[in-house]
């Protein structure tokens, strides 16, 4: 199969040209120009980019135990249809993927149940409850390529520093959720100009600044590598960029909901505003965007968090946290980074695939020959997003109606078209 000029964007190999790319039998082939047609199928990408497929770092599957919100075949084929061609799907599912067992489990229902590939996190903690380690290295024998606690930190801050000594010594990532529990207080949405417009109860920046400190210092102090998740506040990029300056071993992800959007905009009491952490202040948001612009984020993840209509329609107080992203993230990054001006298609490109690829240990991420033919195709044609057509069960979007600039054109895992 060639992909005959579309412009090509490979940040591993330095390319961002109108060029050819070419595979066969799963794997790139050639990145060159005029590439000959010798009989091979051809599609013309023409006024298109030509990526490596998305990886996201950040999503919530719900499977096992939760499929009314959604499943890993739902859940893939929204990633799928978002230019991911990777997902790391949390372990907070019922019950909780806290065992080898679990992993291998889900990664043969990969086989058969997914259109993108999974790249499987482990719990901590058994069952997610902070009292007994997981067997980590078990997990990662089996193919985890992390742990996380996400939902919740370990708060246990003994049995954590425990958990990143043993990660540290097999090479596993932790995937860290930031919230001090003793701080939320019954909080739902930023606390400031959001919950005092709305009577509701807020959450500080400190229930996130204060763990992210925490699991920075532990980071250095351990050598486990803490990839930060969903970084929200304007405090948590200059934490980030103190730990990277003094050599630690730590990376962050930024998610599209808190750089695109922030609690100005949230209208009234609707729950697809709400997610944890919340949309904070437009000064958080406008930091978030310099930090993006003055690269101390690694990467975009989504934090895809799928509820069903009924749980969202009880209003801020009792709804569940989060909202659903695969199917939105590169129109909103590509709009707001890309056309506002903070980073180029290129640099988009490395925080959606090569960085987040290279923090799970994935393959993917590259269009280097002989890596697996993981392609996304997108344009940045200008649209409106419709969440009656996501391919995710969830259709939880503060964005529903938003026009934005990107589209996903087509999905190929190796070499096969899944969009
Ligand atoms: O908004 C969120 N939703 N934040 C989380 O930490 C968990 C997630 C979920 O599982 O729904
Ligand atoms: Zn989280
Ligand atoms: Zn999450």
Redesign the pocket.
């Known amino acids: 199969m060639i992909l005959r000029n579309g412009h090509v964007i490979d940040p591993a190999n330095g390319i961002d040209r109108i060029t050819d790319v070419a595979f066969a039998e799963g794997v790139i082939t050639a990145v060159a120009d005029n590439l000959p047609a010798d009989g091979e199928r051809e599609l013309d990408c023409r006024g298109a980019y030509v990526v490596p497929g998305f990886v996201d770092l950040h999503v919530?599957l719900r499977d096992p135990g939760q499929t009314a919100k959604e499943t890993l075949t739902t859940g893939t084929a929204a990633a799928a249809a978002g230019g991911y061609t990777a997902v790391a799907p949390?372990p907070?599912t019922s019950p909780a993927t806290d065992s080898a067992e679990k992993i291998a489990t889900l990664l043969k229902r990969s086989e058969s149940e997914c259109s993108v590939k999974l790249l499987p996190i482990t719990a901590v903690t058994l069952g997610q409850e902070g009292r007994e380690l997981a067997d980590l290295a078990a997990a990662k024998e089996a193919g985890a390529v992390a742990m996380s606690e996400?939902?919740k930190s370990v708060m246990d801050i003994t049995l954590y520093r425990e958990a990143l000594r043993k990660a540290a010594s097999i090479g596993l990532p932790m995937f860290a959720?930031c919230e001090d529990k003793n701080l939320v207080a019954g909080g739902v949405i930023n606390s400031g100009m959001a919950s005092e417009k709305l009577g509701l109860p807020g959450i500080t920046d400190a229930v996130e600044d204060v763990i992210t400190a925490r699991d920075l210092i532990l980071a250095g102090e351990t050598g486990c590598h803490v990839h930060l998740c969903h970084c929200s506040t304007a405090f948590s990029a200059r934490l980030l960029k103190e730990a990277k300056d003094a050599g630690y071993p730590v990376s962050g992800e930024v998610c599209p909901h808190h750089f695109a959007m922030c609690d100005d905009e949230i209208p009234g009491d609707d729950a697809n505003y709400k997610?944890?952490p919340p949309l904070r202040s437009r000064a958080d948001m406008e930091a978030l965007l310099e930090a993006i612009r003055d690269g101390i984020f690694d990467c975009i993840s989504t934090?895809h968090?799928p509820?069903t209509a009924e749980e969202k329609s009880r209003g801020f107080v009792k709804a569940?946290?989060?909202?659903v992203g695969s199917e939105t993230a590169f129109a909103l990054s590509y709009t707001t980074l890309v056309k506002g001006g903070y980073i180029d298609m290129p640099t988009l490109v490395k925080m959606m695939s090569l960085n987040p690829s290279r923090i799970a240990g994935h393959t993917g991420g590259t269009l280097s020959v002989g890596a697996p033919a993981d392609i996304a195709i997108v344009t940045g044609e200008e649209c409106r997003i419709d969440a009656r057509y996501f391919r995710s069960m969830g259709k939880n979007t503060p964005f529903d109606g938003r026009r934005v600039y990107g589209k996903v054109l087509a999905t190929y895992i190796d070499g096969t078209r899944v969009y």
Do not use: L, S, T
């Not at 569940?320 to 909202?323: E, N, V, W």
């Open positions: 919530h949390m907070n996400d939902g959720h997610m944890n934090d968090a509820h569940p946290f989060g909202i």
